[in-house]
């Protein structure tokens, strides 16, 4: 019993900490909020609202909410304030760290959470009006923390089930006083019949696709609908052309049924947009058979100009089986909306990829995944997107492909992707692979992974291949967005990934991205002490003319020469005496040049020459290994008289 009581007191005690230790964390992050409205105030390094204490609670929100988002946001904790909803959960959560070993008080600490967010989202609705339901559903999916709190505070307006709040305000109606009094007879009637055993009934179907005339054709390439291109992978057929015959481009609606063997797998359906568009769910209604059908919820995400997906799925309690998941893939070209859905239950995963990475529309137009976390879109004037073999997305400049965005599925034995880089092999990212390569692999500055996968030649001498991969993770898929740096500049490839992540320029003054009109820095040269050998590969204006009191482009190329000559091997990141390696190569890459403005710790601000590059050590003990240690920022010089700043290159 001695034993049982220990564990049971730690067991509290360690919950209690942990708990405590969470307010004494956040406590400190929210030294520096500032007020903004009576008892809400703005943090910078939040990521999402909450309210905070029990005697005077104070509500909490990211700096960065949007205004039109604010309103509603304050409503819903001012509401959890006027409840004494904090109070409410720090009770709960003592009681839970006396009953920790209990199973039905976490089920009633977690259910309570819930309910405290669900009602405080629906007097929100009901005070400032239905029509908020889906800025407000966007709201709560931009600030989801995708994670319950297990702690007595903070209350947070993101945490919880999330696809279940924006469910139950899809479906919130206002309160009726009559409906009330209706519900609680109800509640009689129910527990009177409870011994009674009800009679079954099935669950509401979707509607069948329209029985067609079957005009099967084998192994298409290149199927068209319309303004819509897919292709469908050998043993894939679609049926119902014959009943569309003849072709009317006038037609409100046309509908088709995709197939794998003998079985329906899913459809193709568009829509001419209506011209008298109103209401709100006029897309949801026009498009989905599945929408207002009992016991079916969805989810969805995206827009119409990259790729709207929307999932239906069997809405019924646990146990009861699921008999629907559909998954539609909407997209609107023109004047027409296209649906391609597919029944999950139905369709593999590699035929759904292998179809909708071809899908693609007009002449030559791309497709873009509606998951791909950047917008390839946001390119300089003289690139542009093309359409690959596929449904790979091809960078062209000039008439010339320098680039490209391949998919691949994430292997199922890889649990999580961001501990490592190793799984991409398996992937089947082919410059991994190769052994005739140097590869250098690391964090990215704009994506999960960084990889220059790059010909194994002496420095000095040219690449004859150079290519530069970004990897990005999103919904088990890793997008690899590549560049051929024998055909854009280091320079080009940065303000590319800035401007399809941010949607602005890599800031740069003294190197330029476009290598039209430009000079080019390409010289190879030695340390002053010959223990590290400097690769300038940067492109410049050579007319632009200095701004007043800094240097001119030419002078700020001979002043990072100077200063990094000046440098050691060990000044750059290696101790090689101490690793115990004799024979030690050591080569910097220089890429680019950034002008900004530090402020000194006097309160001065200096203009600053930011050098990018990366170091690469080769060291041999009888093989030869390329290691990255630097992709970033190298050095910074005084762009006032080029003098030594801070970075790499000078021994401690």
Not at 271 to 283: C, N, R
Not at 453 to 473: L, N, Y
Request: some cysteine; aromatic content about 10%.
């Amino acid at each position: 019993m001695e034993i049982a009581a220990g564990v049971w007191l730690a067991g509290g005690v360690l919950m209690a900490a942990y708990s405590l230790a969470q307010y004494l964390v956040l406590r400190r992050r929210l030294r520096e909020a500032a007020p903004y409205q009576g008892e809400t105030y703005l943090a910078d390094n939040l990521s999402t609202p909450f309210v905070m204490g029990v005697i005077a609670p104070k509500i909490y929100l990211p700096s960065d909410t949007p205004d039109a988002e604010r309103r509603f946001i304050i409503a819903h904790e001012r509401r959890h304030v006027r409840r004494g909803d904090p109070l409410w959960k720090l009770l709960g959560y003592g009681a839970l760290c006396v009953h920790w070993f209990n199973p039905l008080v976490w089920l009633a600490f977690l259910l309570g959470g819930k309910d405290m967010e669900m009602s405080c989202d629906e007097a929100v609705i009901n005070r400032l009006g239905e029509d908020i339901r889906a800025d407000y559903s966007q709201a709560l999916l931009r600030l989801a923390t995708h994670k319950r709190l297990i702690a007595g505070m903070p209350l947070a307006f993101g945490e919880g089930d999330t696809r279940g709040r924006v469910r139950n305000m899809a479906r919130w109606k206002r309160p009726k006083v009559w409906v009330s009094g209706i519900c609680a007879v109800l509640c009689l009637v129910v527990l009177a019949a409870c011994a009674l055993n009800p009679r079954k009934t099935e669950e509401q179907q979707p509607t069948e696709s329209p029985t067609l005339e079957t005009n099967p054709t084998a192994g298409v390439i290149g199927v068209t609908f319309q303004d819509l291109h897919l292709t469908l992978p050998d043993g894939c057929t679609y049926e119902g052309f014959e009943n569309h015959q003849p072709w009317d481009i006038n037609r409100d609606n046309y509908e088709f049924t995709l197939k794998e063997g003998d079985t329906a797998i899913g459809g193709v359906r568009f829509f001419t947009v209506p011209k008298d568009i109103s209401g709100a769910d006029w897309l949801e209604e026009l498009v989905f058979p599945e929408w207002g059908m009992e016991n079916v919820g969805y989810s969805a995400g995206g827009d119409l100009t990259s790729g709207y997906t929307v999932e239906f799925f069997s809405d019924v309690p646990e146990g009861q089986p699921k008999t629907l998941l559909n998954r539609h893939n909407v997209y609107q070209w023109e004047n027409r909306i296209y649906d391609v859905w597919f029944d999950e239950y139905a369709v593999s995963p590699e035929v759904e990829n292998a179809i909708l990475n071809t899908v693609s529309f007009g002449s030559g137009a791309v497709a873009i995944p509606s998951s791909l976390p950047i917008d390839p879109t946001k390119l300089p004037d003289d690139m542009g997107l093309k359409s690959g073999e596929n449904g790979v997305i091809l960078f062209v400049k000039d008439g010339e492909t320098v680039g490209q965005i391949d998919t691949y599925d994430i292997p199922d034995s890889v649990e999580n992707p961001y501990a490592d880089f190793d799984w991409l092999a398996e992937a089947g990212v082919a410059d991994v692979s190769d052994s005739s390569l140097i590869l250098m692999a690391g964090s990215s500055l704009y994506g999960d992974w960084d990889l220059q996968a790059e010909s194994d030649v002496i420095p000095g001498q040219p690449q004859t291949v150079k290519r530069w991969h970004t990897f990005f993770i999103a919904d088990r898929k890793v997008y690899d967005v590549w560049f051929d740096l024998t055909k854009v500049s280091e320079g080009e490839y940065w303000n590319l990934m800035s401007l399809m992540t941010t949607g602005a320029p890599e800031e740069t003054t003294a190197a330029t991205q476009n290598q039209s009109g430009s000079a080019h820095w390409g010289e190879t040269f030695l340390s002053d002490d010959g223990t590290v050998t400097f690769q300038a590969d940067i492109y410049y204006d050579l007319t632009a003319p200095a701004e007043a009191g800094i240097l001119s482009a030419p002078e700020m190329l001979a002043a990072v020469k100077r200063e990094m000559q000046a440098g050691t091997m060990d000044g750059f990141g290696l101790d090689t005496k101490e690793m115990g390696y004799t024979d030690v190569e050591c080569f910097v890459n220089l890429t680019d040049l950034v002008l900004e403005t530090r402020k000194t710790d006097s309160g001065e601000e200096i203009p600053e020459l930011i050098v990018m590059g990366t170091v690469i050590y080769r060291f041999s003990d009888g093989n030869t290994i390329g290691q990255e240690l630097g992709i970033h920022e190298l050095m910074a010089l005084d762009a006032r008289d080029g003098s030594f700043l801070s970075g790499y290159g000078r021994a401690s």
